[in-house]
Every structure is written in C-alpha cells, then in structure tokens.
C-alpha cells in the first residue's frame, strides 16, 4: 500500500468510525452547513483547525495560508470572508496565528526566498512599525513570538477595514473578530485581548461612509 492509498484507508476507518456513533451525521451535514464561527489560520500542517478547538466538521469555516495573512486584494481570502459573513452569518471570526510561525520567521530573517517573500512583505512592515517593541525582548525565539503575536493582531485590525465587515456592522449583524495565537509545544491556544466587534473601534480614516 503506498502513501496515497494509506490516505484513502483511513478516511474509510474515520467515516466507517463516524456512521457508527452517529448514523445521521453525514446526511445531515451534506444537506446545510451552519457554523458560527470564521478560521483564518495558517497553512502549517501542525496547526488543525478543527481538532485544536475540539469543533467537528460543519461547525468551523476555514481559510488557510501562509502565516494567516489577510490583504484587502486577496480575493480568495476576501471571498471566503464574504460568503462567511452575508452567507453563513458566522458571528465570530477569529484569526489565529501560531509560536515559531516559518513564515513571520522568513519575513525578518533579511534572506532572499523567492516569490513568498512578495506575499510576506506585510509583515515586515509590522516589523518596521513595532521594531522597538520586538527588540525589547531578550533572545530570538521571545522576538519571533512576539512578531507572531502583532501579525495577528494587525490581521484583526485589516479585517475590520474591509467593507464586508464593515457592511455586516452597518446592518445590524452581530460580528465579532478576535485574535489568538497557539502553540507548538504545548497545544494550548492563547487568546490576544484584541477583539473588533464594532464601527466605533475603526479609525475614522478606515471607515466607509454610507448614505
């Protein structure tokens, strides 16, 4: 059996596992799906969304990519964000970076990596602006986590510029996005005390004027 072939067993095992405990699962889950809450997280593979926050499938949208970046033209992230939003009607969104993120890591370590490295660039305008903030702390491993921790924090904010978030706000809608960082070593997710839930915490340079 190859590697690809092991893949297919065990989604077998896992469904077969699933059907047994709650026959009705699938079928219910293949007719709607209703989540409350919005992922934005990183593409590592040590990251599950899901499993992290014990949500079962349905119950989490997700958006992954490399060191959970949210750009105002990234139309897959800002389409995901939208059918979420005015689809969905998800009431939380939470960004959710990681400790020891490679890609925060690649943005400052000055090196050359090819094409990521246009994708990463807003994180080294993070750095730029919070330079003293991430120098202040002793040994490189406290400044990477820190940098990934204000990554998230920026996301967060990014988000509550987009007119998507913005027009949920002017409805009525309750929305809510939050940041959180999880860590390798220990599994435990951290909840950053940056938390946007409504106009009146946007810059009035970032808001959209209606009417």
């Known amino acids: 059996m190859n590697e690809i072939q092991t893949l297919l067993a065990n989604n077998r095992i896992w469904s077969n596992a699933i059907k047994q405990n709650e026959p009705d699962f699938f079928p219910q889950l293949a007719r709607q799906q209703k989540?409350?809450?919005?992922?934005?997280?990183?593409?590592?593979?040590?990251?599950?969304?899901?499993?992290?926050?014990?949500?079962?499938?349905?119950?989490?949208?997700?958006?992954?990519?490399?060191?959970?970046l949210v750009y105002?033209?990234?139309?897959?992230?800002?389409?995901?964000?939208?059918?979420?939003?005015?689809?969905?009607?998800?009431?939380?969104?939470?960004?959710?970076?990681?400790?020891?993120?490679?890609?925060?890591?690649?943005?400052?370590?000055?090196?050359?990596?090819?094409?990521?490295?246009?994708?990463?660039?807003?994180?080294?305008?993070?750095?730029?602006?919070?330079?003293?903030?991430?120098?202040s702390l002793d040994g490189e491993e406290k400044r990477l986590d820190r940098l990934c921790e204000l990554n998230v924090m920026e996301q967060v904010k990014t988000l509550s510029h987009t007119t998507i978030v913005q027009d949920a706000w002017a409805a009525g809608q309750e929305l809510a996005i939050h940041g959180w960082i999880y860590g390798l070593e220990d599994g435990v997710v951290k909840d950053l005390d940056v938390c946007m839930n409504s106009i009146e915490q946007v810059p009035p340079t970032y808001r959209f004027r209606r009417g």
Request: charged share 20%.
């Open 72 to 135: 105002p033209a990234d139309l897959n992230c800002l389409s995901v964000v939208e059918y979420a939003v005015k689809i969905l009607q998800v009431r939380f969104v939470i960004v959710c970076g990681h400790y020891g993120c490679g890609g925060v890591k690649a943005a400052i370590e000055g090196k050359a990596h090819g094409g990521i490295d246009n994708w990463l660039t807003k994180i080294k305008d993070t750095y730029a602006r919070h330079l003293d903030d991430v120098h």
């Open 35 to 68: 989540p409350t809450y919005l992922w934005i997280g990183c593409a590592d593979s040590r990251v599950p969304a899901n499993e992290i926050v014990g949500l079962l499938p349905g119950e989490l949208f997700v958006h992954r990519n490399v060191a959970n």
